[in-house]
T-cell receptor, first 116, second 114 residues
Framework: NAGVMQNPRHLVRRRGQEARLRCSPM?????VYWYRQLPEEGLKFMVY????????ESGMPKERFSAEFPKEGPSILRIQQVVRGDSAAYFC??????????????FGPGTRLTVL | DQQVKQNSPSLSVQEGRISILNCDYT??????FLWYKKYPAEGPTFLIS?????DKNEDGRFTVFLNKSAKHLSLHIVPSQPGDSAVYFC?????????????FGEGTQLTVNP
């Protein structure tokens, strides 16, 4: 039973380029979350999605960042016109839809984005 | 506004002894708390959780205690093993008001010495 998959594991971009980060949730999980960890900090919530719906994007920067979770395929976190401050580890997590009040989130290995 | 705080950036203990990691929170709407362990270059791994209706939850060597009046929780690991050396994150959610998103502390680096 594969866990949460993220690719690529490492991504290098130059300033102004676009970054696309992919996340495939655990089998049976339809809830996906994206978190960002800046150096020497804890994880910060960005966005919560269910299939074809954005449920909570209160942690997303207002510009350049977008996320989707289509009916088919992985969830995508897209960063346009990257800047050096976007360099961070981006983690995806998934949870089961029917756990009721207790929804442990299971994390992928992360994508480490470096902006040159 | 750091709503979840882990005031000890690091902790060092001897193998076989108890490790106690602490976490404080400020948001009284938090009602579900989790601990994650993280190794370098890996994602966080879920360890144990506790609902606000309980004050203790135990799973093998790991026990989490919740003191709601003090807005404080702790993770006890006993006996500690060298493989427990990792960064431990406390996380909280306020399901009624903020849904499923987790708010994390800054982490505590635990080192267990053989």
């Amino acid at each position: 039973n594969a866990g949460v998959m993220q690719n690529p594991r490492h991504l290098v971009r130059r300033r102004g380029q676009e970054a696309r980060l992919r996340c495939s949730p655990m089998k049976g999980h339809s809830h996906v979350y994206w978190y960002r960890q800046l150096p020497e900090e804890g994880l910060k919530f960005m966005v919560y999605l269910q299939k074809e719906n954005i449920i909570d994007e209160s942690g997303m920067p207002k510009e350049r960042f977008s996320a989707e979770f289509p009916k088919e395929g992985p969830s995508i976190l897209r960063i346009q016109q990257v800047v050096r401050g976007d360099s961070a580890a981006y983690f995806c997590a998934s949870s089961h839809p029917n756990r009721g009040a207790y929804n442990e989130q299971f994390f992928g290995p992360g994508t480490r984005l470096t902006v040159l | 506004d750091q709503q979840v705080k882990q005031n000890s950036p690091s902790l060092s203990v001897q193998e076989g002894r108890i490790s106690i990691l602490n976490c404080d929170y400020t948001n009284s709407m938090f009602d579900y708390f989790l601990w994650y362990k993280k190794y370098p270059a890996e994602g966080p791994t879920f360890l144990i959780s506790i609902s606000s209706i309980k004050d203790k939850n135990e799973d093998g060597r790991f026990t989490v205690f919740l003191n709601k009046s003090a807005k404080h929780l702790s993770l006890h690991i006993v006996p500690s093993q060298p493989g427990d050396s990792a960064v431990y994150f406390c996380a909280a959610s306020a399901r009624e008001t903020s849904g499923s998103r987790l708010t994390f502390g800054e982490g505590t680096q635990l080192t267990v010495n053989p």
